[in-house]
């Protein structure tokens, strides 16, 4: 059974730093791609950052550009997106991603991924 589980959410000040994590088991996601979502109350699900499954290629939106970094440890069945500079607006509940074994490109919409973590809530206080 494939899980996707995030860690490493929480509450921030303004300007301050985090990092999430997530951790794949039962599936080999070496070659899928992976992205990181986020939804804030009231307000769509969002791609903010995506990998391709070498990492070598990536996606973010204009909202964290420069601000966010995604990377992936394939040994470790591990992607991680570091959030840096976080904005009250960047509260929301973020999401895990990713596609299926074969699909390594950077996915730019939901529905190009299949498997979905449970979430977790960053908050950020002004």
């Known amino acids: 059974q494939v899980q996707l589980v995030e860690s490493g959410g929480g509450l921030v000040q303004a300007g301050g730093s985090l990092r999430l994590s997530c951790a794949a088991s039962?599936?080999?996601?070496?070659?899928?791609?992976m992205g990181w979502f986020r939804q804030a109350p009231g307000k769509e699900r969002e791609l903010v950052a995506g990998a391709s499954w070498s990492g070598s290629s990536t996606f973010y939106s204009d909202s964290v550009k420069g601000r966010f970094t995604i990377s992936r440890d394939n040994a470790k069945n591990t992607v991680y997106l570091e959030m840096n500079s976080l904005k009250p607006e960047d509260t929301a509940v973020y999401y895990c991603?990713?596609?299926?074994?074969?699909?390594?490109?950077?996915?730019?919409?939901?529905?190009?991924?299949?498997?979905w973590g449970q979430g977790t809530q960053v908050t950020v206080s002004s």
């Open positions: 991603a990713a596609q299926k074994s074969g699909w390594g490109i950077v996915g730019l919409t939901e529905t190009m991924y299949v498997y």
């Open positions: 039962g599936g080999t996601f070496s070659r899928s791609g």
